[in-house]
């Protein structure tokens, strides 16, 4: 049997008239109901919130929940691609960290905004079915990690929502008036559309006990440097954050009149080069150079070491801190059977 179809733009008298012939047939799910199987079409997604519309893109996939509100078990299932790329996830272990999360799985509650159930990152949103849990990403096949857990395993949360709060065409959260885009720290000022469902996804990095974190690397190389055409590279791996690169080069010269001269370039996965630097210590004498750096892409990133010495060392510190991530994604047609 075909459930109902909800979403984008419905008049309220369409929205009544589905609401009874389902509720008749025995195939809408009310919110009290023990099994849910929600499907969603027409989806986009971005990396972080993007309030104001900016870095949305096309979701090409659909979103199936299949859960039960009484037990709190269940799936949910994502397949598409995103951003060139093709994501799969599979969320199927709930647990209620709150109490409000009633053991993983929820029906008709009112969170976010200024709800004061949740948090405000989203306006206010009347749900009909939600889930709280860890989900298994894949993209492109392989294992998505989170950068705090080294696993890919993400905490998740979904949500089948009443009243969107997503702009059909762009993507936007706006403020009350829609002069502008939401804003968490002014949660009662948003917009939200009754009768507009939308479902949404959010995944996102973690720490132990199941909040938002950042994650904190370091990566350390050592060179020893006796030949007049000296040439290496150090590699590390790191996605977007923020980095600081220190370096210290010492001249070891066993006479104490060689130089030391030694050139410095760091490069990010694209090639493009970063930041660069050359050091001349006397003998006995080290220099130190410090560079933090925006990390814009997501690979292996190089510092290319090359020059002379007759006996020297060096020292490549280099510390990334990684901020929360949040893949949030969002389906506009919602369709219950």
Same mark, same amino acid.
């Given at each position: 049997?075909?459930?109902?179809?909800?979403?984008?733009?419905?008049?309220?008298?369409?929205?009544?008239?589905?609401?009874?012939?389902?509720?008749?047939?025995?195939?809408?799910?009310?919110?009290?109901?023990?099994?849910?199987?929600?499907?969603?079409?027409?989806?986009?997604?971005?990396?972080?919130?993007?309030?104001?519309?900016?870095?949305?893109?096309?979701?090409?996939?659909?979103?199936?929940?299949?859960?039960?509100?009484?037990?709190?078990?269940?799936?949910?299932?994502?397949?598409?691609?995103?951003?060139?790329?093709?994501?799969?996830?599979?969320?199927?272990?709930?647990?209620?960290?709150?109490?409000?999360?009633?053991?993983?799985?929820?029906?008709?509650?009112?969170?976010?905004?200024? *709800? &004061?159930?949740? $948090?405000?990152? #989203? !306006?206010?949103?009347?749900?009909? +079915?939600? =889930?709280?849990?860890?989900?298994?990403?894949?993209?492109?096949?392989?294992?998505?990690?989170?950068?705090?857990?080294?696993?890919?395993?993400?905490?998740?949360?979904?949500?089948?929502?009443?009243?969107?709060?997503?702009?059909?065409?762009?993507?936007?959260?706006?403020?009350?008036?829609? *002069? &502008?885009?939401? $804003?968490?720290? #002014? !949660?009662?000022?948003?917009?939200? +559309?009754? =009768?507009?469902?939308?479902?949404?996804?959010?995944?996102?990095?973690?720490?132990?006990?199941?909040?938002?974190?950042?994650?904190?690397?370091?990566?350390?190389?050592?060179?020893?440097?006796?030949?007049?055409?000296?040439?290496?590279?150090?590699?590390?791996?790191?996605?977007?954050?923020?980095?600081?690169?220190?370096?210290?080069?010492?001249?070891?010269?066993?006479?104490?009149?060689?130089?030391?001269?030694?050139?410095?370039?760091?490069?990010?996965?694209?090639?493009?080069?970063?930041?660069?630097?050359?050091?001349?210590?006397?003998?006995?004498?080290?220099?130190?150079?410090?560079?933090?750096?925006?990390?814009?892409?997501?690979?292996?990133?190089?510092?290319?070491?090359?020059?002379?010495?007759?006996?020297?060392?060096?020292?490549?510190?280099?510390?990334?801190?990684?901020?929360?991530?949040?893949?949030?994604?969002?389906?506009?047609?919602?369709?219950?059977?």
């Amino acid at each position: 049997m075909r459930g109902t179809m909800v979403g984008r733009n419905t008049l309220a008298a369409s929205l009544l008239a589905a609401f009874i012939a389902s509720a008749l047939a025995g195939c809408f799910a009310a919110p009290d109901a023990a099994a849910y199987r929600v499907v969603g079409t027409d989806g986009k997604g971005a990396i972080g919130f993007a309030y104001d519309g900016h870095g949305v893109l096309p979701f090409d996939g659909n979103i199936t929940i299949d859960v039960e509100d009484v037990n709190n078990t269940g799936q949910v299932v994502v397949h598409g691609a995103f951003d060139g790329r093709q994501f799969d996830v599979v969320f199927d272990r709930f647990n209620g960290l709150k109490d409000f999360h009633d053991g993983g799985i929820v029906s008709g509650l009112r969170e976010h905004g200024d *709800s &004061g159930v949740g $948090d405000t990152s #989203v !306006p206010a949103v009347d749900l009909d +079915v939600a =889930g709280w849990g860890t989900a298994r990403v894949t993209v492109d096949g392989e294992p998505l990690i989170d950068p705090v857990n080294g696993t890919a395993e993400w905490a998740a949360h979904f949500m089948v929502v009443r009243n969107g709060f997503r702009d059909d065409d762009t993507g936007t959260v706006w403020n009350g008036d829609r *002069s &502008g885009p939401y $804003d968490p720290d #002014v !949660p009662g000022d948003a917009t939200t +559309v009754d =009768g507009d469902w939308e479902i949404h996804l959010a995944l996102r990095t973690t720490d132990p006990s199941g909040g938002p974190a950042t994650a904190y690397h370091e990566f350390d190389s050592n060179g020893e440097v006796n030949s007049p055409a000296y040439a290496e590279t150090h590699a590390f791996e790191a996605r977007p954050g923020s980095a600081r690169v220190i370096i210290n080069a010492t001249n070891y010269s066993p006479t104490g009149t060689q130089t030391m001269d030694l050139d410095f370039v760091l490069s990010s996965p694209s090639g493009e080069e970063l930041e660069s630097a050359s050091a001349s210590p006397d003998f006995g004498e080290t220099v130190m150079i410090t560079w933090d750096v925006n990390l814009t892409e997501d690979g292996e990133f190089t510092v290319d070491v090359s020059g002379s010495a007759v006996q020297g060392t060096y020292n490549v510190d280099v510390h990334v801190t990684n901020p929360a991530v949040a893949y949030n994604f969002w389906w506009e047609d919602v369709s219950f059977s």
